[in-house]
Structure formats: C-alpha cells, structure tokens
C-alpha cells in the first residue's frame, strides 16, 4: 500500500512537474512539499497548518483533498498523536482555498473582524485608492499645464552666438589573432557589454569594432597578437605572481 509521500510524488512526476514548479504555484515552501513527499511530516507546524497544506497539495495535483487529510489524521493516531477539529487549534483557523468549508461563528469571532466589518473595510480601502490616483493626475496635470509656457519660450529663443560640438569618437577596428589555442574575454567599459569571450585557435583572428575603452581578460598574453586599425599594440606585462594571465584597459 502506497503511502501518502509516494502517492503525491507520483501524482507529481505524472504531470512533469518539478517541486520548484509545485512552490511556486501552491505558495507551499519546496522543503515542505520535498518532505510531505517523503512522508515526513515531523515539521515545526501544527497539525492544522499541515491538513491545509496537504489539501491544497492533493487539489493541485488533481488528487481526493479529503482523503490525504483522513490518512494523515490516521497517521496522527498510529503515531499516539491526539487528532483535534481544527476548529480547536490554538493557532485559529488558516484557508487554504476550501471554499467548501465556511469559518463557524467561533472562528468570525476569533479573528476579531466580521463580515461586514472587512466589507467595510474593503469599500474604504478602495475609496482611498481612487482619491490618491486623481490627487496623483491633478498634480500631473498642473506641472504639464505650467511647465509649456518656459518650454515655447525656450523653443522661439535665438540660439547662442557660439556653440561648442562634441564629436563622438571615431571607431576603431580591434583585431585578436592566436599564436596560439588560448582564450580572451573583451568587455565594454562604458555598459559592461559583452563583445567576445571565447577561445580562438591556432592562426584564428577576430575582428571587433573598438568604441571607447576595453576591458581585455586574456589567458596568455604570450599567445595573442593585438592590433588597432592594423597597427601592433603591445600587451602590457602583468605582475609576476599572475604569470601571463591577466586583465587591462585599452584607451
């Protein structure tokens, strides 16, 4: 007979999903799933938190709710462990989606609000929220209305006796050749792009357009040959404790 952990883990790998995906659908942390499935139910949570995790667990997994809670309260009693209504957790009452079960009076009492007081509540909460999002528009709307004027006048204003343009570098070609199989990493110091990292052959070149300044990572610089617009460009000597496996800049 199949335990309770092996029939949800079977239930689970039938419809090919991970435990990761079962968390993350549920809200069930995946330690709790990963131990329920090893029918492990010896977790810092009270019996009651357990059933409704349980319950939810079955239903995602298109299986009988009912029935896993009856096993575990079965489990419970085999173990010499008392099985309460859940009603009487001291821990009050938790929904874990049955919508078949409604809270009893006791329980509407205990969590201190009414129906009608969370109705309530809800309506305000909504009245709120629209209030802030016209208070939110009508400022929009003010700064759109008395920032156009400064802006036409900034539009019809003559331009500037002298104006100062600053041109953009002119790209540059960088070219990598492998004297021999060795690997370089290029990076674009201005974002961080990445524009080549990989290992070139024997004889292998790459062509790269230089904009700005590089971040150049090679594994051995004795066995890389750098060019810019066909002129040769020493590689600097890195410290003696890197041996010839280092990172610099090109300006």
């Known amino acids: 007979?199949?335990?309770?952990?092996?029939?949800?883990?079977?239930?689970?790998?039938?419809?090919?999903?991970?435990?990761?995906?079962?968390a993350e659908t549920t809200k069930i942390r995946g330690d709790y799933l990963q131990k329920f499935e090893a029918n492990s139910f010896d977790i810092d949570l009270p019996p009651l938190y357990i059933r409704g995790f349980l319950r939810s667990y079955a239903r995602y997994l298109d299986l009988d709710p009912d029935r896993f809670v009856n096993d575990y309260?079965?489990?419970?009693?085999?173990?010499?462990?008392?099985?309460?209504?859940?009603?009487?957790?001291?821990?009050?009452?938790?929904?874990?989606?049955?919508?078949?079960?409604?809270?009893d009076s006791a329980e509407a009492t205990a969590s201190g609000r009414s129906a009608k007081d969370q109705a309530l509540i809800k309506k305000f909460t909504l009245i709120g929220?629209?209030?802030?999002?016209?208070?939110?528009?009508?400022?929009?709307?003010?700064?759109?209305?008395?920032?156009?004027?400064?802006?036409?006048t900034a539009q019809t204003a003559p331009p500037p006796a002298a104006t100062t343009t600053v041109q953009a570098e002119p790209a540059q070609t960088l070219t990598l050749t492998a004297t021999d199989p060795t690997r370089v990493k290029?990076?674009?110091?201005?974002?961080?792009?990445?524009?080549?990292?990989?290992?070139?052959?024997r004889g292998e070149s790459k062509s790269i357009k230089k904009q700005g300044t590089l971040l150049i990572t090679v594994e051995d610089r004795t066995k890389v040959r750098m060019e810019v617009n066909g002129r040769l460009v020493e590689i600097p000597v890195f410290p003696s404790n890197q041996g010839n496996y280092g990172k610099f800049r090109l300006d």
Not at 6 to 18: C, D, N, Q, T, V
Not at 129 to 152: C, D, Q, W
């Open 129 to 152: 929220g629209a209030a802030f999002v016209a208070l939110v528009l009508i400022i929009l709307l003010v700064r759109v209305l008395f920032s156009s004027s400064p802006a036409k």
């Open 186 to 201: 290029i990076v674009q110091d201005l974002d961080g792009v990445i524009l080549f990292n990989a290992g070139l052959g």
């Open 73 to 103: 309260n079965a489990l419970l009693a085999s173990e010499g462990k008392p099985v309460r209504r859940e009603s009487r957790e001291v821990y009050g009452r938790v929904d874990f989606g049955d919508a078949a079960r409604a809270p």
């Open 1 to 22: 007979m199949q335990t309770i952990g092996e029939k949800l883990e079977e239930a689970r790998k039938r419809k090919g999903i991970s435990v990761r995906e079962a």
